[in-house]
């Protein structure tokens, strides 16, 4: 069994065939996907999409949304945590890539308490989105009574970078970058990091892997990811699948 951990099929790009790429992804046994829904405007869509027997979901607002969210968002939210399916809160964290001002990094912070809060209050996991903020990341994950379960989304660090977030209790979640050839801290990073802290994720429509570089991402090819774990790490595929499999379901109830 394999599980994409992170996906985004409410998104627009698969508004004209989500169904068809969603039997794709089952055909290519892919048996379960995680939906991250962090937009306010897709949590309704993903809400209808967790009614499949084998799609769960995790609801949130992404960091460079924080800024749109009323009070009636939050409501809303707390609501949909409470979903039977949810499985997780997420994407949620700091992200200062095109933001870096003093202003952006107290209003994400502040946000980000708020859905950690959110998180313990209802004993879900958390799936952190942290770009170019792993310091403020920690610093804030360190600075709570009780660190919660969950996984840092698309983690393209160092190995040391991973480690502290390990020690943490955190998993680390390895997208379609790690198939690229230029990745060569990532692919040092899974090589060092215990195959029982990672998770595959597609992050699709976004980051496709090497063979499909160029194009739409989907949850069928989380196999690529997979493939390029193993190589990394010299072992069977099947044995890649197993364990991290293991791991997305212990961290998310499956």
Known sequence: ???DTHA?????????DRNVVIERAFNAGVEKIVEISCEQQYW???????????????FGIHPNDVEKASAEDY???ELLIQEKKCVAVGEIGLDYHYDSSEQTAVLQK???????????KFNKPVVIHSREANEDV???????????????HCFSGTPQQAKEFVDLGFLLGIDGPVTYKKSETLKQTVLETELSNLLVETDCPYLSPQKYRGERNEPSYVVETLKEIAAIKNILFEEASKITTQNAVKLFNL
């Open 110 to 120: 502040e946000f980000f308490a708020t859905q950690l809060n959110l998180a313990a």
């Open 8 to 16: 985004h099929l409410s998104d627009e790009k698969f508004d004209k």
């Open 138 to 152: 920690v610093s804030i994950l360190k600075s709570l009574k009780i660190i919660p379960k969950g996984v840092i």
């Open 44 to 58: 309704d869509k993903a809400l209808e999409l967790s009614k499949h027997d084998n799609i769960f979901v995790a």
């Open 75 to 77: 409501k809303k939210l």
């Open 1 to 3: 069994m394999i599980i």
